[in-house]
């Protein structure tokens, strides 16, 4: 793994992730260190303290970073981008630029003018034909291209076999997919237009006929406002071993589909106890959600990529005994196939806290 914070002046071991950040000194030698002012820091203990500071590009048109993992060329890796301006050079303009692995272009950072406190993550799929990943950033004319911060992961080829270019990813409000996607607030009892995203979210009424809804304490909510309205309220499935959703997105069967899980339980029930439980696509087993008793106020999501072979997709969650599933929302955005031209199965992505990479497919891992 390389976890690097850039701007930072020294190693440190991250108390929330337990991820161990370098400086990014050893990986680049342009650019500008920067901290953020105290008053401007990201409110929210994801992601904290990798962007309390940046590495800024005010000379040269293109700045690149130089990544050496130790699996060399022919091997995939997972890269995240951490992106957040928080007003760090007191301008209140956030710049546009775009970013380059290799030669290859993989997206331009073009953020709204309100989104100067908003952290913005981006993650790509590169598989390097040498043994050096450069990680560049374009000055494009727009402002002054940075970086928060970056992480390399290997990802293991039997779940990742591809061996092209790069796939790119991110957080849900970079999708840029406004047709066919169908958005689901689970025990929701009404659709809804989400004031924070600007996404037009159902009731699951229509998708599900089994299951009971129930509504988080006030007291309970999950704080991010990115977030909060989707961890209200939930479905869970006190009743029968397996329940499903019917999705039937209007592209049908051998389309590519981005499916976003989103976990929250709250301690709605009064137990002050997470259940473990399964998730399926049609017959195929994706994750367990297998959570820790201190993350019962913790927002967990899980992305699946999935190729139907039907016009009907089934989300289904499977009792194992060990508590009743429950899901809080449930997403589906068609991809495109330019972009995702593989045609098997699922890949399994989440947020980044789950960085247990490894042979076993039961492994999943955190954006």
């Not at 209140?92 to 970013?99: G, S």
């Not at 406190?117 to 402002?143: A, E, K, M, Q, W």
């Not at 009892?189 to 924070?196: I, M």
Request: proline share 5%.
């Amino acid at each position: 793994f390389i976890s690097i914070d850039c701007g930072a002046t020294k190693d440190y071991l991250d108390d929330v992730s337990g991820i161990l950040y370098k400086s990014d000194t050893g990986f680049i030698d342009t650019g500008t260190n920067s901290n953020i002012s105290p008053g401007n820091y990201y409110p929210y203990l994801f992601g904290g303290r990798q962007i309390r500071n940046l590495r800024s590009f005010p000379q040269g048109k293109k700045n690149c970073y130089t990544l050496k993992p130790e699996q060399g060329k022919n091997s995939n890796y997972l890269i995240n981008f951490f992106f957040y301006y928080g007003n760090y050079d007191n301008k209140n303009k956030i710049p546009k630029f775009d970013v380059y692995v290799g030669v290859k272009y993989m997206f331009t950072l073009d953020l709204d003018q309100d989104e100067v406190h908003t952290l913005r993550l981006f993650d790509v799929i590169h598989v390097p034909t040498s043994d050096v990943i450069y990680v560049c950033f374009i000055n494009t004319g727009s402002g002054i291209p940075f970086i928060s911060a970056l992480e390399l992961r290997p990802l293991d080829k039997t779940l990742y076999p591809f061996d092209f270019g790069a796939l790119k990813f991110g957080w849900r409000f970079d999708l840029g997919t406004t047709t066919d996607q169908q958005d689901i607030d689970c025990g929701a009892t009404k659709d809804y237009l989400d004031d924070v995203s600007g996404i037009f979210y159902k009731s699951d009424t229509g998708f599900i006929d089994t299951g009971t809804n129930s509504n988080i304490s006030p007291e309970n909510y999950y704080p991010n406002p990115d977030f909060g309205q989707l961890s209200r309220n939930l479905r869970s499935f006190p009743q029968g071993k397996k329940n499903c959703y019917t999705l039937k997105p209007e592209q049908g069967k051998n389309s590519n589909y981005l499916i976003n899980f989103y976990f929250y339980y709250g301690n709605y029930d009064n137990k002050n106890k997470i259940p473990n439980f399964d998730v399926y696509v049609g017959v195929d087993y994706m994750f367990t959600l297998d959570l820790d008793l201190v993350q019962i106020y913790t927002l967990r999501l899980f992305d699946v990529i999935h190729v139907p072979t039907s016009d009907i997709i089934y989300v289904c969650f499977i009792n194992t005994g060990s508590g009743i599933p429950f899901i809080s929302a449930l997403e589906l955005r068609p991809l495109d196939k330019s972009l995702y031209p593989f045609d098997f199965g699922a890949l399994k992505f989440g947020w980044r806290f789950d960085l247990g990479i490894t042979t076993d497919q039961n492994q999943h891992f955190l954006r």
